[in-house]
């Protein structure tokens, strides 16, 4: 048993009573990630009347936000295992907050943009925090998959939770609401979590690498920019300089690490084949799922004429199933096999994705909502298991680098999959066939054929808005064709590279 291999002072701290009370703090932590990543969305054509941004910096509020996470997060990770976990999850928290009110309150598109990006950087140390202290919480192997799974159901129910909030919000107050629902989420954690959460740090952790921070930072900020550059504008130098920029220091940053006595990220960790499956596992469904995800609410209010709240509520089924897949997830591993559950849970999400092939406008909501479901469930026991692997396959003392590592896979997915997906969408959304003196305006997004439509005469916006709906559907069908063949390829790396990968017995390295 893999309990006989720990130091007995170890088991016994995994076996306290506060560790699950300190759960429920780190809990809250990835319920203001998760909630905060879903409202703007929805927020968006209301802060678009109130400021008057111009495309550009519209897209920059979109997402600047994501920018600055995916290249802090690595980073992040690391300094938490510097200077305290604890610390640094109830600083970030604290500016979480802080930094939530100004986002409320912004004025001026420049003054949003700011806030967006400070509020990537209090939200790199969170997510990485929470995973690492769970990692150093929970010593014996079958509480920490069921802790893992409660960690991602709640990041589940966040995304679900969030738009049903922000639609209600949005219907009775002013888009700077969905903001402020941050802060008592954000009061309750830092105020128990001073008392309820340990420490933990690597005890012999070397020097915070300024340069190293400075060349990761650079790198995803370069490759993720430059991507979502060449999805929204085409190929183009500045997004191919910004992609190159980002590589080179990217490849600096591995060069780097490999020479430093003490890395910021050791590079090593990847020669751990559960390791490396587990990551490419989470990037690759991301990127599957993300641009799909990403036109799905559009599609549901601007083609189907749902409102806000109840598009969130339609998306609900992703959420019950990721919910309950999570919690059963650690023990369907256990009682069969890491690649089964992983590989199993991809390929339901690719099939559900190829269900999703046939939709149309008038597409019933048994459809949508079966396909949703399994989406969930697929994702719940995916994602639970890969970040228990990840974790489970490091010492303690780096938990939070290795967090972060499963936590930038997910924002470079992202990234890949909104650009790639979201590129198909848009290129077969542009080439609709629209009424003669339509604006350029109509074909650059379904939101801006609606916007045109409103000042059309009724059989010219009629004729418009059929075209443009169809010519969207038609897109979103063919990128979840594309994205059941990126799952159902993910689901066979799996099955390959999580060979004799095991929960049981991953206990404390020595």
């Known amino acids: 048993m893999t309990s006989t291999l720990q130091p007995a002072h170890a088991t016994e701290e995994g076996r306290r009573p506060g560790r699950w009370l300190a759960l429920s703090v780190l809990v809250l932590a990835v319920l203001l990630v998760a909630v905060d990543a879903t409202v703007l969305g929805l927020a968006t054509p209301f802060i678009s009347e109130d400021l008057k941004p111009s495309g550009t910096q519209l897209l920059w509020i979109g997402d600047v936000y994501s920018f600055v996470i995916a290249g802090l ?154 991507i979502k550059e060449a999805a929204s504008h085409g190929f183009s130098w500045p997004a191919l300089g910004a992609a190159a920029l980002g590589g080179a220091a990217l490849y600096g940053f591995v060069r780097r690490q490999l020479a430093l006595p003490i890395p910021l990220l050791d590079m090593r960790l990847f020669r751990d084949r559960g390791f490396s499956g587990a990551v490419l596992a989470d990037l690759l469904t991301i990127l599957g799922l993300s641009g799909l995800v990403f036109f799905l609410s559009q599609y549901l209010q601007l083609v189907q004429g749902r409102g806000p709240l109840e598009a969130g509520l339609a998306e609900l089924p992703a959420a019950i199933g990721a919910v309950v897949a999570g919690l059963l997830a650690g023990a369907a591993a256990r009682r069969y096999s890491v690649r089964a559950v992983v590989s199993g849970g991809l390929a339901a999400i690719g099939l559900a994705l190829a269900a999703l092939t046939v939709v149309d406008q008038s597409t019933g909501y048994p459809l ?38 499963s936590e930038t896979a997910y924002e470079l997915g992202a990234a890949l999959g909104i650009a790639l997906l979201g590129s198909i969408v848009t290129g077969v959304y542009r080439n609709f066939p629209a009424p003669t003196g339509t604006p350029a305006e109509a074909h650059e997004s379904l939101g801006g054929a609606v916007e045109t439509a409103a000042g059309l005469p009724t059989h010219t916006a009629e004729t418009l808005l059929n075209a443009a709906r169809e010519a969207f559907t038609d897109g979103i069908a063919l990128a979840a064709g594309a994205g059941a063949v990126v799952l159902l390829a993910a689901a066979g790396a799996a099955w390959v590279l999580l060979k004799g990968q095991r929960l049981e017995g991953r206990g404390d390295h020595p």
């Open 73 to 226: 997060l690595v980073s992040m990770g690391s300094l938490g295992d510097r200077i305290g976990r604890k610390r640094l999850l109830l600083i970030g928290a604290t500016a979480f907050g802080v930094v939530s009110v100004l986002n409320a309150y912004a004025t001026t598109p420049e003054l949003m943009i700011l806030a967006r990006a400070l509020l990537g950087v209090a939200g790199a140390t969170l997510m990485p925090a929470t995973l690492a202290l769970i990692r150093n919480l929970f010593h014996d192997p079958r509480e920490r998959s069921l802790a893992i799974g409660i960690w991602g159901a709640t990041a589940s129910a966040g995304t679900a939770v969030g738009p049903v909030v922000g639609g209600f919000l949005l219907e009775h107050f002013w888009w700077g609401s969905v903001f402020l629902i941050n802060l008592p989420v954000m009061v309750v954690l830092v105020l128990v979590g001073i008392k309820l959460l340990p420490e933990s740090r690597n005890p012999a952790p070397g020097p915070w690498d300024l340069r190293s921070v400075v060349l990761s930072l650079v790198g995803m900020i370069g490759i993720v920019y430059g």
């Open 368 to 405: 949508l909502g079966t396909a949703l479901l399994v989406v969930g469930v697929g994702a719940g026991l995916s994602f639970t298991v890969t970040s228990d692997v990840i974790l489970g396959s490091v010492p303690k003392e780096q938990a939070g680098a290795a967090a972060a590592v």
